[in-house]
Protein backbone atom coordinates (compact mmCIF):
# COMPACT_ATOMS: atom_id res chain seq x y z
CA UNK A 1 0.00 0.00 0.00
CA UNK A 2 0.81 3.43 -0.66
CA UNK A 3 -0.09 5.71 2.44
CA UNK A 4 0.04 9.33 3.05
CA UNK A 5 0.79 10.46 6.49
CA UNK A 6 -0.29 13.93 7.71
CA UNK A 7 0.53 14.76 11.50
CA UNK A 8 2.38 17.88 13.38
CA UNK A 9 5.78 16.92 13.53
CA UNK A 10 6.40 18.72 16.93
CA UNK A 11 7.14 17.00 20.78
CA UNK A 12 3.36 15.61 21.20
CA UNK A 13 1.34 12.63 21.30
CA UNK A 14 -0.68 12.46 18.07
CA UNK A 15 3.10 12.67 15.95
CA UNK A 16 4.58 10.40 17.85
CA UNK A 17 2.09 8.10 17.14
CA UNK A 18 1.58 9.16 13.45
CA UNK A 19 5.73 8.86 12.78
CA UNK A 20 5.76 5.41 14.92
CA UNK A 21 3.06 4.32 12.96
CA UNK A 22 4.93 5.23 9.47
CA UNK A 23 7.94 3.54 10.64
CA UNK A 24 5.72 0.43 11.27
CA UNK A 25 4.32 0.01 8.05
CA UNK A 26 7.93 0.74 6.24
CA UNK A 27 8.96 -2.17 8.08
CA UNK A 28 6.45 -4.05 7.19
CA UNK A 29 6.64 -3.65 3.24
CA UNK A 30 4.10 -0.59 2.91
CA UNK A 31 5.49 2.79 1.41
CA UNK A 32 4.95 6.14 3.59
CA UNK A 33 5.27 9.21 2.88
CA UNK A 34 4.92 11.61 5.58
CA UNK A 35 3.57 15.07 4.84
CA UNK A 36 4.24 17.91 7.63
CA UNK A 37 5.80 21.22 7.41
CA UNK A 38 9.15 20.06 9.15
CA UNK A 39 10.65 16.86 9.63
CA UNK A 40 8.89 14.83 12.46
CA UNK A 41 10.47 14.51 16.21
CA UNK A 42 10.76 10.69 15.97
CA UNK A 43 11.51 10.26 12.24
CA UNK A 44 15.39 9.03 13.13
CA UNK A 45 15.72 5.85 10.89
CA UNK A 46 16.64 5.37 7.52
CA UNK A 47 14.36 3.47 5.45
CA UNK A 48 13.88 2.49 1.80
CA UNK A 49 10.19 3.03 2.19
CA UNK A 50 9.67 6.18 3.94
CA UNK A 51 9.54 9.59 1.94
CA UNK A 52 8.96 13.25 3.55
CA UNK A 53 7.30 15.65 1.79
CA UNK A 54 7.77 19.27 3.41
CA UNK A 55 4.77 21.47 3.18
CA UNK A 56 5.67 25.04 2.06
CA UNK A 57 3.54 28.03 3.36
CA UNK A 58 4.23 30.77 0.75
CA UNK A 59 3.34 34.06 2.83
CA UNK A 60 2.20 37.11 1.29
CA UNK A 61 2.34 40.87 2.95
CA UNK A 62 -1.77 40.80 2.88
CA UNK A 63 -1.71 37.55 5.46
CA UNK A 64 -1.64 37.91 8.55
CA UNK A 65 -1.77 34.37 9.29
CA UNK A 66 -0.02 32.25 6.38
CA UNK A 67 -2.93 29.85 5.46
CA UNK A 68 -1.53 26.73 6.69
CA UNK A 69 -4.26 24.11 5.77
CA UNK A 70 -4.48 25.46 1.97
CA UNK A 71 -0.51 24.77 1.45
CA UNK A 72 -1.06 21.38 3.51
CA UNK A 73 -4.22 20.40 0.68
CA UNK A 74 -2.53 21.34 -1.85
CA UNK A 75 0.89 19.71 -1.19
CA UNK A 76 -1.59 16.17 -0.39
CA UNK A 77 -3.26 16.65 -3.55
CA UNK A 78 0.48 16.80 -5.54
CA UNK A 79 1.76 13.99 -3.22
CA UNK A 80 -1.36 11.96 -4.13
CA UNK A 81 -1.06 12.26 -7.69
CA UNK A 82 2.83 12.22 -8.27
CA UNK A 83 3.16 9.28 -5.48
CA UNK A 84 0.60 8.09 -5.95
CA UNK A 85 -1.05 7.32 -3.13
CA UNK A 86 -3.87 4.55 -1.90
CA UNK A 87 -5.06 6.70 0.75
CA UNK A 88 -4.20 9.11 3.51
CA UNK A 89 -4.16 9.20 7.13
CA UNK A 90 -4.40 12.33 9.10
CA UNK A 91 -3.83 12.61 12.63
CA UNK A 92 -5.35 15.48 14.99
CA UNK A 93 -8.49 16.38 13.33
CA UNK A 94 -7.44 20.09 13.12
CA UNK A 95 -6.61 21.47 10.55
CA UNK A 96 -5.53 17.98 9.10
CA UNK A 97 -9.08 16.40 8.72
CA UNK A 98 -10.58 19.53 6.55
CA UNK A 99 -7.15 19.89 4.34
CA UNK A 100 -7.58 15.86 3.93
CA UNK A 101 -11.20 16.83 2.96
CA UNK A 102 -10.57 19.75 0.63
CA UNK A 103 -7.72 17.89 -1.48
CA UNK A 104 -9.77 14.61 -1.49
CA UNK A 105 -12.81 16.57 -3.24
CA UNK A 106 -10.16 18.15 -5.28
CA UNK A 107 -8.63 15.19 -6.18
CA UNK A 108 -12.29 13.82 -6.90
CA UNK A 109 -12.89 16.75 -9.77
CA UNK A 110 -9.59 15.01 -11.51
CA UNK A 111 -10.88 11.31 -11.74
CA UNK A 112 -8.68 10.46 -8.26
CA UNK A 113 -10.48 8.91 -5.30
CA UNK A 114 -8.18 8.74 -2.32
CA UNK A 115 -9.61 7.69 0.73
CA UNK A 116 -8.69 9.12 3.92
CA UNK A 117 -8.77 8.79 7.76
CA UNK A 118 -8.87 11.08 10.53
CA UNK A 119 -7.27 9.57 13.68
CA UNK A 120 -8.83 11.54 17.38
CA UNK A 121 -5.83 11.97 19.72
CA UNK A 122 -7.33 14.16 22.42
CA UNK A 123 -7.23 17.87 22.61
CA UNK A 124 -8.52 17.88 19.02
CA UNK A 125 -12.55 17.46 20.45
CA UNK A 126 -11.69 17.71 24.09
CA UNK A 127 -10.37 21.39 24.38
CA UNK A 128 -9.48 22.88 20.62
CA UNK A 129 -11.82 21.01 18.94
CA UNK A 130 -15.25 21.76 20.67
CA UNK A 131 -14.39 25.40 20.94
CA UNK A 132 -16.89 27.20 18.79
CA UNK A 133 -14.31 28.97 16.50
CA UNK A 134 -13.48 25.45 14.81
CA UNK A 135 -16.52 22.83 16.08
CA UNK A 136 -18.63 23.13 12.59
CA UNK A 137 -15.42 22.44 10.61
CA UNK A 138 -14.18 19.18 12.95
CA UNK A 139 -17.73 17.52 13.14
CA UNK A 140 -18.44 18.39 9.14
CA UNK A 141 -14.63 17.04 8.40
CA UNK A 142 -15.35 13.81 10.64
CA UNK A 143 -18.39 13.05 8.91
CA UNK A 144 -16.62 13.31 6.18
CA UNK A 145 -13.90 11.28 6.84
CA UNK A 146 -13.61 8.09 4.95
CA UNK A 147 -13.12 6.47 8.56
CA UNK A 148 -12.66 7.44 12.00
CA UNK A 149 -10.49 6.45 14.81
CA UNK A 150 -10.03 6.94 18.22
CA UNK A 151 -7.58 6.75 20.71
CA UNK A 152 -9.43 5.21 23.52
CA UNK A 153 -13.01 4.20 23.98
CA UNK A 154 -13.44 7.47 26.30
CA UNK A 155 -12.65 9.72 23.49
CA UNK A 156 -15.15 7.90 21.30
CA UNK A 157 -17.42 8.63 24.38
CA UNK A 158 -16.22 12.58 24.74
CA UNK A 159 -16.81 12.81 21.09
CA UNK A 160 -20.12 11.18 20.29
CA UNK A 161 -20.90 13.16 22.99
CA UNK A 162 -19.68 16.70 22.46
CA UNK A 163 -20.21 16.29 18.41
CA UNK A 164 -22.60 15.41 15.90
CA UNK A 165 -21.74 12.39 14.36
CA UNK A 166 -22.88 10.06 11.91
CA UNK A 167 -19.81 8.17 11.26
CA UNK A 168 -19.11 4.79 13.22
CA UNK A 169 -15.74 5.28 15.29
CA UNK A 170 -13.25 2.52 15.62
CA UNK A 171 -10.78 2.93 18.68
CA UNK A 172 -7.61 2.33 18.56
CA UNK A 173 -5.41 2.52 21.28
CA UNK A 174 -2.04 3.92 21.41
CA UNK A 175 1.00 1.33 21.28
CA UNK A 176 4.16 1.02 21.88
CA UNK A 177 7.39 -0.89 20.04
CA UNK A 178 8.62 -2.35 23.20
CA UNK A 179 12.03 -3.91 21.10
CA UNK A 180 13.14 -0.20 21.69
CA UNK A 181 11.12 0.94 25.18
CA UNK A 182 12.58 -2.00 26.95
CA UNK A 183 14.36 -1.72 30.22
CA UNK A 184 18.48 -1.53 29.73
CA UNK A 185 21.62 -1.44 32.10
CA UNK A 186 22.42 2.00 32.34
CA UNK A 187 23.92 1.95 35.93
CA UNK A 188 26.14 4.49 35.45
CA UNK A 189 23.43 7.16 34.52
CA UNK A 190 21.55 5.88 37.13
CA UNK A 191 24.58 6.57 39.90
CA UNK A 192 25.88 9.74 38.43
CA UNK A 193 21.88 10.93 38.76
CA UNK A 194 21.16 9.38 42.20
CA UNK A 195 24.44 9.53 43.86
CA UNK A 196 23.16 8.06 47.04
CA UNK A 197 20.90 5.65 45.56
CA UNK A 198 17.86 7.83 45.81
CA UNK A 199 14.68 6.96 44.03
CA UNK A 200 14.17 8.67 40.69
CA UNK A 201 11.14 10.09 39.76
CA UNK A 202 9.70 11.38 36.41
CA UNK A 203 7.68 13.11 34.61
CA UNK A 204 7.52 13.35 30.50
CA UNK A 205 5.37 16.34 28.32
CA UNK A 206 4.79 18.90 26.09
CA UNK A 207 4.59 21.38 29.37
CA UNK A 208 1.20 22.53 28.44
CA UNK A 209 -1.21 23.77 31.15
CA UNK A 210 -3.54 20.42 30.33
CA UNK A 211 -0.44 18.58 32.30
CA UNK A 212 -0.41 20.06 35.13
CA UNK A 213 2.98 19.74 35.74
CA UNK A 214 3.34 22.01 38.88
CA UNK A 215 1.14 19.08 40.45
CA UNK A 216 4.46 16.63 39.86
CA UNK A 217 6.33 19.17 41.88
CA UNK A 218 4.24 19.36 44.62
CA UNK A 219 3.94 15.33 44.94
CA UNK A 220 7.95 15.44 44.63
CA UNK A 221 7.60 17.58 47.23
CA UNK A 222 5.73 15.32 49.91
CA UNK A 223 7.71 11.89 48.32
CA UNK A 224 11.26 13.43 49.11
CA UNK A 225 10.07 14.91 52.39
CA UNK A 226 9.81 11.07 53.45
CA UNK A 227 11.85 9.41 50.96
CA UNK A 228 15.19 11.06 49.39
CA UNK A 229 14.32 11.57 45.97
CA UNK A 230 15.43 12.90 42.71
CA UNK A 231 13.15 13.83 39.76
CA UNK A 232 13.68 14.48 35.95
CA UNK A 233 11.44 16.66 33.53
CA UNK A 234 11.66 15.37 29.82
CA UNK A 235 10.48 18.03 27.62
CA UNK A 236 9.31 21.23 27.01
CA UNK A 237 6.43 23.93 25.86
CA UNK A 238 4.83 26.78 27.20
CA UNK A 239 4.67 25.83 31.20
CA UNK A 240 8.67 25.58 31.64
CA UNK A 241 9.61 28.58 33.12
CA UNK A 242 6.57 29.31 35.44
CA UNK A 243 7.25 25.57 36.28
CA UNK A 244 11.42 26.53 36.63
CA UNK A 245 9.94 29.54 38.70
CA UNK A 246 7.89 26.70 41.29
CA UNK A 247 11.07 24.63 41.51
CA UNK A 248 12.95 27.46 43.05
CA UNK A 249 10.20 29.01 44.82
CA UNK A 250 10.05 25.00 47.05
CA UNK A 251 13.75 25.42 46.78
CA UNK A 252 14.59 21.83 45.14
CA UNK A 253 16.39 22.57 42.35
CA UNK A 254 19.38 20.29 44.08
CA UNK A 255 17.15 17.27 43.41
CA UNK A 256 15.07 18.44 39.91
CA UNK A 257 16.81 18.25 36.60
CA UNK A 258 15.27 19.73 33.38
CA UNK A 259 15.95 17.75 30.21
CA UNK A 260 14.52 19.58 27.66
CA UNK A 261 13.17 17.74 24.58
CA UNK A 262 15.60 14.44 24.89
CA UNK A 263 15.05 11.99 22.24
CA UNK A 264 16.56 8.64 24.09
CA UNK A 265 13.40 8.96 26.58
CA UNK A 266 13.74 4.94 26.63
CA UNK A 267 17.27 5.42 28.46
CA UNK A 268 15.62 7.57 31.56
CA UNK A 269 13.14 5.61 31.73
CA UNK A 270 15.10 2.42 32.11
CA UNK A 271 16.27 3.94 35.34
CA UNK A 272 13.56 5.56 37.03
CA UNK A 273 11.61 3.89 39.61
CA UNK A 274 8.05 5.96 38.82
CA UNK A 275 6.24 7.91 36.46
CA UNK A 276 4.09 11.27 37.16
CA UNK A 277 1.07 11.92 34.97
CA UNK A 278 -1.29 14.28 36.66
CA UNK A 279 -3.27 15.33 33.46
CA UNK A 280 -6.24 17.40 33.78
CA UNK A 281 -7.18 15.77 30.53
CA UNK A 282 -5.45 12.69 28.61
CA UNK A 283 -7.67 10.80 26.16
CA UNK A 284 -5.12 7.84 26.32
CA UNK A 285 -1.28 8.82 27.73
CA UNK A 286 1.27 7.32 25.60
CA UNK A 287 4.07 8.59 27.79
CA UNK A 288 2.47 6.84 30.22
CA UNK A 289 2.39 3.46 28.15
CA UNK A 290 6.05 4.00 27.25
CA UNK A 291 7.26 4.14 30.68
CA UNK A 292 5.21 1.36 31.63
CA UNK A 293 7.11 -0.75 28.81
CA UNK A 294 10.11 0.18 30.31
CA UNK A 295 9.14 -1.78 34.02
CA UNK A 296 8.21 2.01 35.42
CA UNK A 297 4.71 1.82 37.41
CA UNK A 298 2.41 5.43 37.11
CA UNK A 299 1.12 7.48 39.36
CA UNK A 300 -1.30 8.87 37.00
CA UNK A 301 -5.01 11.22 37.32
CA UNK A 302 -8.15 9.01 36.83
CA UNK A 303 -9.28 11.02 33.73
CA UNK A 304 -10.15 10.69 30.08
CA UNK A 305 -8.33 7.51 28.89
CA UNK A 306 -6.07 6.68 32.04
CA UNK A 307 -8.03 4.26 33.12
CA UNK A 308 -8.16 2.12 30.75
CA UNK A 309 -3.78 1.70 30.67
CA UNK A 310 -3.18 2.44 34.33
CA UNK A 311 -5.01 -0.35 36.66
CA UNK A 312 -5.18 1.31 39.86
CA UNK A 313 -3.68 -0.64 42.75
CA UNK A 314 -1.64 -2.91 39.83
CA UNK A 315 0.01 -1.04 37.45
CA UNK A 316 0.25 2.02 39.86
CA UNK A 317 -2.52 4.44 41.36
CA UNK A 318 -4.90 6.85 40.14
CA UNK A 319 -6.33 10.16 41.60
CA UNK A 320 -8.43 12.82 40.96
CA UNK A 321 -7.18 15.98 39.33
CA UNK A 322 -5.26 18.31 41.69
CA UNK A 323 -5.03 15.59 44.81
CA UNK A 324 -1.30 15.61 44.79
CA UNK A 325 -1.74 14.46 48.50
CA UNK A 326 -3.39 11.48 47.36
CA UNK A 327 -0.53 11.10 44.45
CA UNK A 328 1.76 11.25 47.05
CA UNK A 329 0.18 8.57 49.33
CA UNK A 330 0.29 6.48 46.61
CA UNK A 331 4.12 7.10 45.30
CA UNK A 332 5.24 6.15 48.73
CA UNK A 333 3.24 2.99 48.77
CA UNK A 334 4.54 2.42 45.51
CA UNK A 335 8.28 3.07 46.13
CA UNK A 336 7.85 0.99 49.46
CA UNK A 337 11.20 -2.26 48.57
CA UNK A 338 8.06 -4.71 49.36
CA UNK A 339 5.85 -3.45 46.49
CA UNK A 340 7.84 -1.67 44.12
CA UNK A 341 9.18 -5.08 41.97
CA UNK A 342 6.05 -6.02 41.51
CA UNK A 343 4.56 -2.76 40.60
CA UNK A 344 7.20 -2.68 37.57
CA UNK A 345 6.39 -6.31 36.56
CA UNK A 346 2.84 -5.69 36.11
CA UNK A 347 3.76 -2.52 34.56
CA UNK A 348 5.38 -4.45 31.44
CA UNK A 349 2.66 -6.95 31.56
CA UNK A 350 -0.04 -4.49 31.00
CA UNK A 351 2.38 -2.63 28.72
CA UNK A 352 3.15 -5.79 25.90
CA UNK A 353 -1.33 -5.62 25.86
CA UNK A 354 -0.46 -2.59 23.70
CA UNK A 355 3.23 -3.73 21.86
CA UNK A 356 2.64 -2.08 18.38
CA UNK A 357 2.76 -6.06 16.39
CA UNK A 358 -0.75 -6.16 17.68
CA UNK A 359 -1.99 -2.93 17.53
CA UNK A 360 -0.88 -1.26 14.22
CA UNK A 361 -2.59 -4.52 12.20
CA UNK A 362 -5.99 -3.17 13.11
CA UNK A 363 -4.85 0.18 10.98
CA UNK A 364 -3.74 -2.02 8.25
CA UNK A 365 -7.02 -3.91 8.48
CA UNK A 366 -9.03 -0.79 8.00
CA UNK A 367 -6.99 0.82 5.34
CA UNK A 368 -7.97 -2.60 3.53
CA UNK A 369 -11.13 -2.25 4.67
CA UNK A 370 -11.79 1.60 3.75
CA UNK A 371 -9.94 0.39 0.32
CA UNK A 372 -12.28 -2.18 -0.62
CA UNK A 373 -15.35 0.17 -0.20
CA UNK A 374 -14.26 2.97 -1.57
CA UNK A 375 -13.62 1.46 -5.12
CA UNK A 376 -16.73 0.07 -4.78
CA UNK A 377 -18.55 2.90 -4.38
CA UNK A 378 -16.21 5.65 -6.95
O1 LIG B 1 -0.89 16.58 24.90
C1 LIG B 1 -0.14 15.82 24.31
O2 LIG B 1 0.61 15.03 24.87
C2 LIG B 1 -0.13 15.86 22.84
C3 LIG B 1 -1.39 15.37 22.28
C4 LIG B 1 -1.40 15.45 20.81
O3 LIG B 1 -2.48 15.29 20.29
O4 LIG B 1 -0.39 15.71 20.18
O5 LIG B 1 -1.54 14.02 22.78
C5 LIG B 1 -2.75 13.38 22.71
O6 LIG B 1 -2.52 12.29 21.86
C6 LIG B 1 -1.72 11.23 22.37
C7 LIG B 1 -1.53 10.20 21.28
O7 LIG B 1 -2.71 9.68 20.83
C8 LIG B 1 -2.39 10.67 23.62
O8 LIG B 1 -1.63 9.59 24.13
C9 LIG B 1 -2.50 11.78 24.65
O9 LIG B 1 -3.20 11.29 25.77
C10 LIG B 1 -3.25 12.97 24.08
N1 LIG B 1 -3.16 14.10 25.01
C11 LIG B 1 -4.24 14.61 25.63
O10 LIG B 1 -5.36 14.13 25.51
C12 LIG B 1 -3.99 15.76 26.52
Known amino acids: MRIGIVCYPTYGGSGVVATELGKWLAQNGHQVHFITYSQPQRLDTINENIYYHEVRIRNYPLFEHAPYELALASKMVDVSIHEKLDILHVHYAIP ?14 KGIYIPFITTLHGTDITLVGKDPSYEPVVTFSINQSDAVTSVSEDLKKETLEQFTINK ?20 HFKKAICPNDEHLLVHVSNFRKVKRVEDVLWVFEKINQVLPSKLLLIGDGPERMRIEQLTRELNLCDNVRFLGKLDAIEEVLSVSDLFIMPSEKESFGLAALEAMACEVPVISTNVGGLPEINIDGITGYMSNVGDTQDMAKNALRILDKENLPRFKKNALEQAKKFDSNLIIPKYVELYNRILM ?6
Not at 174 to 184: A, C, H, Y
Open 96 to 109: HASAAYMAREILRT
Open 168 to 187: PIVVIPNFVDISRFKKQRKD
Open 373 to 378: HSTIQE
